[in-house]
């Protein structure tokens, strides 16, 4: 693969009564097997995401995400639940308890120099939630392109200001 720029396109969503579905694409310029491992791996979602302990990579396994920062209020969070679909190096899905839902990565061949990756995600809750959904996916995913270019977010610097700006941005051009 060639040095091709990642694009993280902006997220869209679409609302049935509570239940939101936010949808990102992601063109990545890594191999396949370099991408499935941040997306579907309890090291590779650690340099990007959260740690995922336990991390069991079947259908039917167990898994469970923490936040290696706490939410704007100062509270750390974490959710359980279990893998719903895992196809290697091509479906990831988690389905998590409560409000956290289902999220899932789709990654598809090779398109020239990039990977797509589909990332969808469906939860309950009110408008605010889907505005800080998109944001914190946003957000995260950026994360996700200094992972994969071997630069695991330091999470002890992390802060609020860039996930404030891009809700702001959602808030203004998302309905």
């Known amino acids: 693969m060639t040095d091709a720029t990642p694009v993280i396109e902006r997220g869209t969503s679409e609302t049935h009564g509570d239940l939101?579905?936010?949808?990102?694409?992601?063109?990545?310029?890594?191999p396949v097997p370099r991408v499935w491992a941040a997306v579907a791996s309890s090291e590779g979602l650690a340099g990007w995401l959260g740690a995922a302990d336990p991390f069991e990579p079947h259908i039917g396994g167990a898994i469970t995400l923490r936040?290696?920062?706490?939410?704007?209020d100062g509270h750390a969070s974490a959710?359980?639940?279990?893998?719903?679909?895992?196809d290697i190096e091509r479906v990831a899905e988690y389905t998590l308890v409560g409000a956290h839902g289902?999220?899932?990565?789709h990654l598809e061949p090779p398109r020239g120099d990039h990977v797509l990756l589909r990332f969808t995600h469906e939860f309950r809750g009110d408008d605010a939630m889907r505005l800080d959904r998109l944001a914190e996916w946003h957000?995260?995913?950026?994360?996700?392109?200094?992972?994969?270019?071997g630069?695991?977010?330091?999470?002890?610097?992390?802060?609020?200001?860039?996930?404030?700006?891009?809700?702001?941005?959602?808030?203004?051009?998302?309905?």
């Open 139 to 149: 957000d995260h995913f950026r994360y996700l392109v200094d992972a994969l270019d």
């Open 102 to 105: 289902r999220i899932r990565f």
């Open 67 to 72: 936040r290696l920062t706490t939410d704007r």
């Open 79 to 86: 959710a359980s639940g279990t893998v719903t679909a895992w």
């Open 151 to 175: 630069y695991p977010a330091d999470w002890t610097r992390w802060t609020p200001v860039r996930w404030a700006e891009l809700r702001e941005e959602y808030a203004a051009t998302v309905r």
């Open 20 to 30: 939101h579905i936010v949808r990102f694409l992601l063109r990545l310029p890594h």
